[in-house]
Each structure stands twice: as structure tokens, then as C-alpha cells.
């Protein structure tokens, strides 16, 4: 039997006893960005005539641990109506001629 959830004022009510059941704990750990990147030493790019290139790779929302139930996000503070986080990952390539 699960507690109700109300809160009801001084009425005399057999419900008035305090519980913490409802409440969650919301601490979390969560790696949101993370970008790594490499320029090619210009000496090596003269043969290729090239001034400038630079590899990189780019992570959003990558690790989130926390003690909520599964789905829900802890930066949320909404009645559940939300998207879920998505991750984003991105390559490229930036050249210089």
C-alpha cells in the first residue's frame, strides 16, 4: 500500500502524517561536451599545398548517472512533460588552401 499524497492543513484528518516516500533524490553526474580536435603540423601539408587542416570530433550528453527513475531527466523540473535527452555526435574536417 502505497502513501497518498496530499497535504492538507490542520483539518483533523487521520492522513496527516509526514512522509518522504514521494520524494526522490535528484543529484546526478552527467558529461555534457566533449570536444577533441588535432591540427596537422603545416610542414606536413606543404606537399599536399594545403595552409591549414584540422581533424575533430565532437560528443553532447554523452554520461548521465543519477538515482532516478529511469527515463526521467533531473535538470527537469516539469510534470513530466519533456523530451528525452538525445545524444549528438559530430565528425569533421576543417581545411585551409
Same mark, same amino acid.
Not at 65 to 78: A, F, L, T, V
Given at each position: 500500500m502505497y502513501p497518498r499524497f496530499e497535504q492538507l492543513p490542520n483539518t483533523g484528518s487521520p492522513n496527516t502524517q509526514l512522509s518522504d516516500y514521494w520524494l526522490l533524490n535528484a543529484s546526478y553526474i552527467r558529461l555534457k561536451n566533449v570536444q577533441l580536435g588535432y591540427a596537422i603540423p603545416k610542414n606536413l601539408l606543404t606537399k599536399w599545398k594545403l595552409s591549414g587542416l584540422r581533424i575533430y570530433a565532437n560528443a553532447e550528453n554523452i554520461f548521465t *548517472?543519477?538515482?532516478?527513475?529511469?527515463?526521467?531527466?533531473?535538470?527537469?523540473? *516539469?510534470s513530466g512533460a519533456y523530451y528525452p535527452i538525445m545524444r549528438n555526435f559530430t565528425f569533421g574536417v576543417n581545411l585551409s588552401f
Open positions: *548517472s543519477s538515482n532516478y527513475r529511469k527515463g526521467w531527466d533531473p535538470e527537469i523540473n *516539469s
